[in-house]
């Protein structure tokens, strides 16, 4: 479900394994199903989030979808019991008896998503879940500084248009699902992650957001844009008292129910 040139790093993505699960945790708390037949977890990654899914519902027949063949990998080295795919959900559908899809992080890099979602939302049975968390800190200063470090360095040129777009207003998601619900929640959470100062924050997004400014350049170019970010890092996120730095990190939330 991930969009980039390379494909993706497991062991990298989970070195900050307990702040990546608390959205997904957040988002399953508020799902009202009792005993779902089949829940599907769209955006696998390594399987953290399925991890929880399973978890919940130990009867149902739970399912990782990913579109990156790493992840898939190391979800189904983690979860030997379950399923896992490969697939892309620009085209992907839910089989019958789905009652829960389940997406941590992953939509942002979808085109025209919030029409994949209705679409998936449509797809489902009367009483069926779509839960969606997508993070929404492109106004954040690690992306305004990720965007001003690309267009200062002498990479300019090859990272235009690599700076992700906002996502839609909060209307345009509530227009397209509620047609297709009873009922859609939907409401923002600001997590503060304390990470190890900047360079910690700086590996955070190299397994996220920075891929779309690190894949086009050569190894050489790669360290010099992470060391002119990091050092822009230091003054946007300086060092509290214990010595780590807040990363602030809003998150968008939307549950529907069909």
Known sequence: MRQAAEDWNPSLYLKFEDERTRPPRDLLAQVPLVRPRRVVDIGC??????????????????IGLDSSPSMVKQAS????????????VATWAPEPG?????????FQWVPDHPAVLARLLAALPEGGVLAVQMPDNVAEPSHRLMAETAARGPWADRLAGAAREELPAIGTYYDLLKPHARHVDIWHTHYNHP??????????????????????????????????????????YPLRVDGTSLLRFPRLFILAVR
Do not use: C, H, K, M
């Not at 991890?51 to 919940?56: D, G, I, M, V």
């Not at 700086?202 to 170019?221: H, M, N, Q, V």
């Open 45 to 62: 990654g390594p399987g953290n989030s399925t991890q929880l899914l399973a978890e919940r519902w130990p009867e149902a027949e739970v």
């Open 98 to 106: 789905t009652d829960l899809i389940f997406g941590n992080a992953v």
């Open 195 to 236: 990470l190890a100062g900047p360079a910690a924050i700086a590996d955070w997004f190299r397994s996220t957001a920075l891929r779309p400014y690190l894949g086009p350049l050569d190894e050489t170019a790669r360290a010099a844009f992470l060391a002119d970010y990091t050092a822009r890092l230091a003054s946007a």
């Open 77 to 88: 080295e983690r979860l030997p019991g379950l399923r896992f795919e490969v697939a892309d």
